[in-house]
């Protein structure tokens, strides 16, 4: 998951937005983003965090929180607990 969350935000920065429910475990973290057909849709910022056990993966969802992000995504693959949260970062939140 190293490279996941900076591929996330550099295509967050093009204006992409992940899509809920379509993280999967296919020979490495694979996810759908998109693009908003809306010009001028909000933007986001994501983090992501795994970890093996679920006490640590929900401290770090807290962390997350406390930052401003929210939960985007949660998945169990390969006994992975994956967190993925996302931030808008631009004045014009687009509602979910």
């Given amino acids: 998951p190293g490279n996941v969350q900076k591929n996330m935000n550099k295509a967050a920065a093009e204006g992409y937005r992940l899509v809920r429910h379509t993280v999967a475990m296919l020979g490495g973290i694979t996810l759908i983003m998109e ?6 849709a909000g933007r986001y910022e994501y983090r992501v965090s795994s970890s093996m056990r679920g006490s640590n ?15 985007a995504e949660n998945a169990q693959l390969r ?18």
């Fill in 35 to 40: 693009k908003p057909p809306a010009a001028g």
């Fill in 57 to 71: 993966a929900e401290k770090h969802l807290v962390e997350d929180q406390q930052q401003g992000f929210v939960l």
């Fill in 79 to 96: 006994g992975m607990n994956l967190v993925l949260t996302e931030k808008a970062t631009h004045a014009d939140e687009a509602n979910r």
